[in-house]
Each structure stands twice: as structure tokens, then as C-alpha cells.
């Protein structure tokens, strides 16, 4: 019959800790009393995962109607020009990013990113041959190429569970300051030829103002406690 | 020859709710277990599982999805069968699996547990069928037990009344309906929750007549008592928290209105009163909590009261404008006006169903009793309490990492002179 030296409550005979407050239970007559059953079972009933296979089906069809729809629509409307296309590709890019997932879900992170990323540039390969011109090479092509870095650097980043909510939120911004400053870069350079850094600098001023204070609370721990009490977190 | 039709049954207002919420993250399942002094022989509680099922024809259902409402009809499929248990109990339901039963039956060496979705009783209703159910798995194995109605045990051999599936709240609701904003937001006492499907449960058994002792020395019930119990333990822990400005900590204590307005009903038929605390007005001693808690209850707990909160309920489930909205868009409705109504205004949930009796034919075979609530929307405990014989047993469960609501309300039982015996399902214990 253990009892808990911290809490005092009686504990069962096969108790290796409280289950209040963790606290190690030693007792000489372990051997033999903990020959009894457990008070509770211990075969866990396998919760079966939610069949996501129909869910993916019900997206498959109703993009597939869409895209359908649209080309029939297209035979009567505007019909010299094939504006179903951009639908159908819409179409295709939503279901590599949202049904390919619930078909395969064992695909690691990168794997998805990678799909998704491809997805966005077939899509917009699709455009730029129907629209035609060279954007997709020398603007579309970079600015997506440096958003899949920015991508892959900051989940790569944040995968770190250690890393602390304040932390997260400012590599977030610092993100999406170096991506503006990113699309400023490829968009001066396809339109004038030159680069002029203009709003991506206050973009990225702004974000470099927000991320110093959260780097501040983030180092001093009174702080850290302060901004904890006041918003409740 | 036209086909045969099929009964069904409208869900009552509670009902209406718990099916509207039922997700994955939610359990609107509640346990009861009877720890017996003997083995339980698993052929023999089959037996008498298909024996009371017939007579309970309102456990004996499943649900459908209308248009505009679910609604039970009358369960034709095999079963329900007897299953080992298992360690996280509670699992949410899933109304198209397990062909489609909304009461599971488990067995683990010495314990039997019966598991009953909401929406198809309350736990008065599910004490009755249990203590029948447990009445004739014990005749399966020879003993005489007689059946009694003032007892609580219905003769299975009997056809069942038609005042067992009377939904009473209709039956009662009328005149003023409770008016006014939603409940103020309450401290939520929550934590951090465990792996999916984690289901934390931690018993504590103390002796009832010293508890009786402790509460009845301070001028309280059992149940006011250990409510009150549990609002310091919290109020305590948000203190802990530093919180900018401390919120009020009030707990949903369910009432069960046969007493207030008689029905043979075994379906839904309770209603929640809110005891509260403001802890921004000033610190109070225990004295004071159990004060405010023990006025509360007798201020509020009345005919009259009780009536005006769950006409607003079925005034709710039976407005014109709410029931021509499809279920699929209610559903929502519904999930958003329960956080408002039935998460937000309050701390954590205390239910006492009491005592259960059981006639002295009975008595010897039962050890001691347990109750279990199934896992909140978000992730804090429930707090459960049941007593038989001399054992009364309290129970905190949910899916929440962090143990410290139970730990400090059994070290204050222990601080008050009250042995606790804690058993738990979580790892090592």
C-alpha cells in the first residue's frame, strides 16, 4: 500500500510514479504485489484514421466539373480564344495542393513544398504560352524561384520545435521582408533593366523594425514574462 | 404488401445538441463502470445485454442525418456486442461504425462499463438501464435479484412504457423563456493536449462518511462541497498564472430535473445551473467559496428557475427561422452558440449523479462504482463524482498533459483529513 511522500494520496500497488505529481515510487514489496492486473486496461484500441479517399474524390470531381464546364463554355463563348485553359490549370495546381496530400500522406515536407512549387510554375508556364511574351523566364521563373527558397529556409527553420513562438514570428517577417525585396529585384530588372530599390526597402525597414523589439522581449526574460501575463499566453 | 415502416424518434433539445457537436475532437460520451467483487464473466453479461436491450428500446437506436434535423430510428443490426476494454475510454462516436450502436458495453477483469452517447440519455436515464442491465447479469449467473420500478431496475421480460421515451422537455417548457446576453467569459482552465487519441483519466476513492462529515461540519452537501473544492483549486491555479486581469471561474454543475418536475423519462431531462466566482472583486477563503456556492445552488436551483433555462433551450431548437435551415448549415450554428453558451462562460463541468442504490439482493456482488465524462471541446478536465456503499469516487478526465487541477483538489482532501486512494490511466501510475 505506497503512498506518495509529495502529494500523500494512497497509491496503487503497481505505481511506479504518482500520477499527480510524478514523484518515483519505491516500496520493498514491489515483486510481489505488482503481480496483480493494472487497475485500468492497457491495449489501446487503434483509432482508425478518418477516410480522407472520398473527401478526395468529392475535390477530384468537382475540379474536374469545373474544368469540364469551362470547355464546354469555351465552345460558345469567346470561342477563338482558349480561355479554359487558365481554368484548367487552376484546376490542376489546387488538386496537386490540396487532394494529392490526402491521397499520399506519407510524403515528407519537402517532398509537398516541392509539388506545390512545381504546381505554381507549370500553371504559370500555362499562362505565359497563352498570354505569350518572355515574362515567365525572366520575371515569373526568378520571383517563384526565390519564393521556394524563402519557403524551404523558413519551415526548415521553424521544423525546430525547441524554437520559441516569438522567434517563429520574426523569421516569418524577416521572410516576407527579403521576399518583397526579392520581387522588387526581378520586377526592375525585367521592366527597366536596372535595379532601383524603392518600396521593397521600406517593406523590409518595416519588418526589420517589427522583428528588433520581438529579438529584445525574446532575450529578456522580465519581458519575455511581461508580454506572457499581459497577453494571457 | 407496402414496406414496412420504420419508426423514429425526434431528438429533444439536448439531444439535438450533442449531435450537432459530435466531431472527433469531442466526446459527448459519458462512462459508467461497476466494479464488481467477483470476475465478470463475459458470456453471461452477453446474455443480459440481449436480454435489456428490448426493453430500452430509447438505447436500442441509431441516428440518421435528415434534412433539417437528425433523428433516432429503432437499431436492427447485430449487436451490441460486449468488447474488452480499452485504456483510453470515452471514444468520440462515429454514427456510422460499430453498426451504428450509441452504447457500448466493455469489460475488464472485476469491471463492467457501460458507455452512452448523450444525445440518447442522461445519466439518471443511464443509471436505471445500467442498474438493470447489471440486475440481470447477475440472475444470468444465479443469484435472485427482484425487479422493482421504486428500485430502479426494470424487469426486462416486461414490454417498455411509453413514458420512458417521453421527451419531458416539451412536456415542461413554457411561459417565460431566460432572456439576456451570453454568460460573461470565464478563467478556461485549460492545458496542453495530448497526442490524439489520448484520453487521461485519474480516480480518486475516498471514504464517504468521512467526506459527509467534512461537509456537513461546514454546513454544505457532498456536492457543494467538492464543487466548492474544485473552484478554489482553479481559482488557485489562474493566480498562479499571473494573468493580466483574472477572469471569473464558475463550473457547469447539471441538474437533474426529475426532481423538480416529475417523469418516468430515461431520456435527456437536465438542466445547468452556473456557480461563480468573480476573483477581480477580492481574495476568498474557502469558507467564503463554499458559501457563495452553497446560496447559489439554493438560490437558483428552483421550479421556476430551472423552467425559464431550458424553455430558452427548446424555444431554440423550435424556432421557425432555425428549422428551415439545412443540418449541414446548423451544425455550425449550433457549434458556435455551445462556445458561446456552454464552453466560454465557464471553468470546467462537476457532475454528481450521487448515490446508487441498489437492492440488498445486489449489494454484496458491487465493490465500488466509477463515472467518467467523455473529452470536453477544448482540452481541460471534466470532474466526475459517484458514490456506493462507503466509496465515494471522483473522477478527472480529459485530454490534457498537465495534472494540476486534480493534483490540488486530492491534496486538499488530504490537508482536510481525508485518505485518497488515486488510480490513473496515465503512464507509470
Not at chain 1, 502529494?7 to 514491489?30: D, I, N, R, Y
Not at chain 1, 463554355?73 to 490540396?98: E, H, S
Amino acid at each position: 500500500m505506497p503512498y506518495c511522500v509529495n502529494c500523500g494520496v494512497e497509491l496503487s500497488a503497481a505505481a511506479s510514479v504518482c500520477p499527480l505529481c510524478h514523484t518515483p515510487v519505491w516500496h520493498p514489496a514491489e515483486a510481489e504485489e505488482t503481480a496483480q492486473p493494472p487497475f485500468f486496461p492497457t491495449n489501446r484500441e487503434e483509432v482508425r484514421p478518418v477516410s480522407k479517399r472520398a473527401l478526395a474524390l468529392l475535390a477530384s470531381a468537382m475540379l474536374a466539373s469545373a474544368a469540364l464546364c469551362c470547355r464546354i463554355l469555351n465552345f460558345f463563348l469567346r470561342p477563338g480564344q482558349d480561355w479554359w485553359l487558365y481554368v484548367a490549370g487552376a484546376a490542376v495546381m489546387l488538386w496537386i495542393w490540396f487532394v494529392a496530400p490526402l491521397l499520399a500522406r506519407r510524403i515528407p515536407l519537402w517532398g509537398r513544398l516541392t509539388l506545390d512549387v512545381f504546381a505554381v510554375g507549370i500553371y504559370l508556364f500555362v499562362i505565359s504560352l497563352a498570354t505569350g511574351g518572355d515574362w515567365f523566364f525572366h520575371l515569373a521563373l526568378p520571383i517563384l524561384s526565390v519564393a521556394a527558397v524563402l519557403v524551404f529556409s523558413l519551415s526548415f527553420l521553424l521544423r525546430d520545435r525547441r524554437r520559441s513562438r516569438l522567434s517563429g514570428i520574426a523569421l516569418t517577417i524577416g521572410t516576407a521582408g527579403l521576399f518583397a525585396l526579392g520581387i522588387e529585384f526581378f520586377a526592375d530588372r525585367y521592366l527597366f533593366g536596372d535595379w532601383k530599390p524603392g518600396w521593397s526597402l521600406v517593406v523590409l525597414t518595416i519588418c526589420i523594425a517589427l522583428i528588433i523589439p520581438l529579438r529584445v522581449v525574446r532575450r529578456m526574460p522580465s519581458l519575455r514574462d511581461e508580454a506572457r501575463r499581459r497577453f494571457h499566453m | 404488401m407496402g414496406a414496412e415502416r420504420i419508426p423514429w424518434y425526434k431528438l429533444d433539445n439536448a439531444g439535438a445538441l450533442y449531435s450537432a457537436l459530435q466531431r472527433e475532437e469531442y466526446s459527448a460520451i459519458y462512462r459508467f463502470s461497476a466494479v464488481m467483487t467477483e470476475p465478470v464473466v463475459p458470456e453471461a453479461l452477453q446474455r443480459a445485454i440481449d436480454r435489456c436491450m428490448p426493453r430500452f428500446p430509447g438505447f436500442a437506436v441509431r441516428i440518421r442525418r435528415g434534412l433539417f434535423w437528425y433523428y433516432l430510428e429503432p437499431n436492427r443490426a447485430p449487436g451490441p456486442f460486449l468488447k474488452k476494454d480499452i485504456a483510453d475510454p470515452c471514444q468520440p462516436v462515429r454514427f456510422h461504425e460499430d453498426n451504428g450502436w450509441l452504447v457500448r458495453f466493455y469489460y475488464y477483469e472485476h469491471r463492467i462499463s457501460l458507455e452512452v452517447f448523450h444525445a440518447l440519455a442522461d445519466g439518471a436515464g443511464a443509471l436505471v438501464f445500467f442498474r438493470s442491465l447489471l440486475a440481470a447479469y447477475l440472475r444470468e449467473l444465479g443469484h435472485d435479484i427482484p425487479c422493482g420500478r421504486a428500485a430502479g431496475i426494470l424487469d426486462p421480460e416486461q414490454p417498455p412504457r411509453i413514458e420512458e421515451m417521453e421527451d419531458a422537455y416539451a412536456r415542461y417548457a413554457g411561459g417565460p423563456s431566460a432572456r439576456g446576453m451570453y454568460p460573461p467569459r470565464a478563467y478556461q482552465n485549460t492545458g496542453t493536449p495530448e497526442s490524439y487519441y489520448t484520453f487521461r483519466v485519474t480516480m480518486g476513492f475516498m471514504p464517504l462518511d468521512q467526506l459527509r462529515e467534512k461537509a456537513h461540519a461546514r454546513g454544505a452537501s457532498i456536492t457543494e462541497y467538492l464543487c466548492a473544492v474544485l473552484m478554489q483549486v482553479i481559482l488557485q491555479k489562474q493566480h498562479r498564472e499571473r494573468p493580466h486581469r483574472e477572469l471569473p471561474v464558475a463550473l457547469a454543475i447539471p441538474i437533474n430535473l426529475r426532481a423538480f418536475f416529475p417523469t418516468d423519462t430515461l431520456r435527456n431531462f437536465i438542466a445547468t445551473i452556473r456557480p461563480c466566482v468573480d476573483p477581480s472583486l477580492g481574495e476568498y477563503t474557502f469558507d467564503e467559496i463554499l458559501a457563495q456556492v452553497r446560496y447559489f445552488m439554493k438560490l437558483h436551483a428552483n421550479r421556476q428557475e430551472l423552467r425559464t433555462a431550458f424553455t430558452r433551450n427548446v424555444r431554440f431548437t423550435t424556432a421557425p427561422l432555425l428549422k428551415i435551415i439545412p443540418v449541414f448549415l446548423k451544425n455550425p450554428l449550433i457549434a458556435v452558440n455551445y462556445r458561446l453558451m456552454g464552453t466560454r462562460p465557464y471553468s470546467g463541468t462537476y457532475t454528481n449523479p450521487g448515490v446508487f442504490s441498489v437492492p440488498d439482493a445486489m449489494r454484496p456482488h458491487i465493490h465500488h462504482m466509477e463515472v467518467i465524462l467523455g473529452q470536453a471541446t477544448i482540452p481541460r478536465v471534466h470532474c466526475s463524482s459517484i458514490s456506493y456503499g462507503n466509496i465515494l469516487e471522483v473522477t478527472f478526465a480529459g485530454v490534457q498533459a498537465e495534472t494540476d487541477t486534480e493534483r490540488e483538489f486530492f491534496r486538499f482532501l488530504i490537508r482536510e483529513g481525508i485518505p485518497v486512494k488515486v488510480e490513473s490511466n496515465r503512464p507509470g501510475a
